[in-house]
């Protein structure tokens, strides 16, 4: 199970009031002891069952993902813990000893109230904009590189940031990739240190021969591969050497992914790649977004420091469709990543991005290969009898909603390549990104597919 699944803040929060539940039972205890004439028994089990109750509450944190975690937290945690001190409070009095009420309790009312704010601080923040780029600049061509390598990254991960989420941009890489040191989730290469590595990649044997030579027509892209000569040339690089650079590189990773596979992280003996031609349906960017997705690439491992950038800026020439870009990614960034039950089936599976890893029988286009394909009706049944299945799940429909909202509840076995898929690679953040209705209809699909006939 990946860390980010859970909410660190409030996991230790959990941690610490269960410590606490115990500390105030033993609190009371010791004062009735002290005492002759209380209720010894009374006030004991009474915080007994609190400690007992915010242990339980505590475990119970743990089996949550991240979103119920911060739900569970406030709609039922915060107000056990709250009437625990109350009671707490009432106990000092009725053995009148209230003047003395350890200073601690001040102490945790002060921290309970500043946890509550911190939390409602969390809550808000969705609605703050993290700084989107001017989109007007991109379109009348005199952006900086540093406005272009922002649009970049708008375009990967969205100009909305939600707090404890996953952002994710209308290039959909963070479905797949992670972009820090040592973040690792499987199938798909780390792109930390991406931009030093395609200078090496391009002159290596491997490059030049496999999957395919240079010079070969790769036709899930239509791209001739290494030749970047073949670009328009308002979008390709303008200086340079004859031989491969590394901005071709990257742009080549992007529009043909199967031109070079990462050792081990391809189909077929590496000689096919599970990662979809960015330029075509469902990610669609244009080349003006393909090259601020390099530039992003390029520079975004020394901060400040664009000096490694070499994609040309857009220009306002005839033949740049930029304006049309600027028009698509301003919709695009003022609209959080939301479905909200009323777009139709594909238009939603589109929107979230399952096509990307999985192969749905009755949405077109969805050929992704990273997942399971989805063929739940016979599916689902099958792995809920699994002797491993460990989930809450007991019947189909179950069984999809919990795969869509805890995918690693249960974690398929890949046949073909004898071992599990990468557990923790489907992204935990869809609970946030559809409505109720929208799941309902979604779990409704989902639970129908099956392998097409004749298959
Ligand atoms: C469905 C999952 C998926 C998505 C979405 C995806 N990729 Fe990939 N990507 C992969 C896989 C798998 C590989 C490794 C196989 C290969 O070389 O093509 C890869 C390889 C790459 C490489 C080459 C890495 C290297 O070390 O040489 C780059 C660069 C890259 N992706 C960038 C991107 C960017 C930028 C986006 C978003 C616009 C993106 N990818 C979206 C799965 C994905
Ligand atoms: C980044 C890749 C990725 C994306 C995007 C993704 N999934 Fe998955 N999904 C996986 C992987 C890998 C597994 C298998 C591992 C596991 O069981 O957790 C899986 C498992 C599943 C399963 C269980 C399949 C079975 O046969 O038991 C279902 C159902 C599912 N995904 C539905 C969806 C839906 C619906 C979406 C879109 C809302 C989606 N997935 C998006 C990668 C992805």
Redesign the pocket.
């Known amino acids: 199970m990946l860390p980010e699944q859970h909410d660190i803040l409030f996991s230790f929060l959990a941690i610490v009031f269960a410590v606490f539940g115990i500390y105030v039972f033993g609190n009371v205890v010791q004062e009735c002891r002290e005492r002759e004439g209380s209720n010894g028994k009374l006030w004991g089990g009474v915080f007994g069952a609190f400690a007992v109750t915010c242990f339980m509450m505590t475990v119970h944190m743990f089996s949550l993902v991240q979103a119920d975690q911060l739900a569970f937290f406030f709609s039922t945690y915060i107000f056990v813990v709250i009437l625990m001190l109350i009671v707490w409070g009432v106990f000092y009095k009725s053995i009148g000893i209230e003047g003395q009420s350890p200073p601690i309790i001040r102490g945790f009312f002060f921290w309970t109230t500043v946890s509550v704010l911190l939390a409602g601080y969390t809550n808000w923040l969705p609605q703050q904009r993290s700084d989107p780029p001017p989109k007007e600049a991109a379109v009348v061509g005199d952006v900086t590189m540093e406005e272009f390598a922002e649009m970049g990254r708008v375009i990967i991960f969205g100009a909305k940031q939600v707090a404890g989420q996953k952002s994710i941009g209308k290039g ?1 890489c963070p ?2 990739h992670t972009f820090d040191p040592g973040d690792h989730m ?2 798909c290469p780390n792109l930390f240190g991406v931009e030093k590595r395609s200078n090496d990649r391009v002159k290596e044997d491997r490059y030049a021969s496999s999957p395919m030579a240079i010079g070969e027509l790769e036709p899930a892209s239509g791209i001739v591969k290494g030749k970047p000569d073949e670009i328009p040339e308002e979008y390709r690089r303008q200086h340079g050497p004859e031989e491969l650079t590394g901005e071709d590189y990257l742009r080549e990773s992007l529009m043909c992914p199967t031109c070079y596979v990462v050792e081990g992280f391809g189909k077929d003996g590496d000689t096919k790649s599970p990662m979809p031609v960015i330029t075509k349906p469902p990610i669609s960017l244009s080349r003006v977004e393909v090259n601020a997705v390099v530039a992003y690439l390029q520079s975004k491992d020394t901060p400040g420091e664009f000096a490694a950038v070499t994609v040309p800026l857009p220009q306002d020439d005839a033949g740049n469709t930029g304006g049309a870009v600027a028009e698509e990614s301003a919709e695009d960034e003022d609209r959080p990543v939301f479905v909200t039950g009323t777009e139709d089936i594909q238009a939603m ?1 589109n929107t ?3 096509p ?3 192969t749905i029988p009755g949405v077109e286009g969805a050929m ?1 290969e ?7 009706k016979t ?2 049944p099958l ?1 809920i009898k699994d002797p491993n299945y460990k989930g809450k799940a007991t019947n189909t429909r179950e ?2 909603r919990e ?2 909202l805890n ?2 509840a ?3 076995f890949n046949e073909e390549a004898g071992e ?8 935990t953040s ?1 609970g946030q ?2 409505s109720v209705e929208a799941l309902d209809k ?1 779990v409704d699909f ?1 639970s129908q597919t099956e392998a097409p006939a004749g298959s």
Request: charge should be positive; aromatic fraction near 8%; include cysteine.
């Open positions: 959909q479905l797949c499987g199938r599976i979230l991005g399952c990307l890893c999985h992704g990273l997942g399971p394909k989805l063929h739940e599916n689902a792995r069984y999809v795969s869509i995918p690693s249960y974690v398929v599990l898929f990468p557990d923790g690679l489907m992204p869809f990104m559809v979604l989902i």
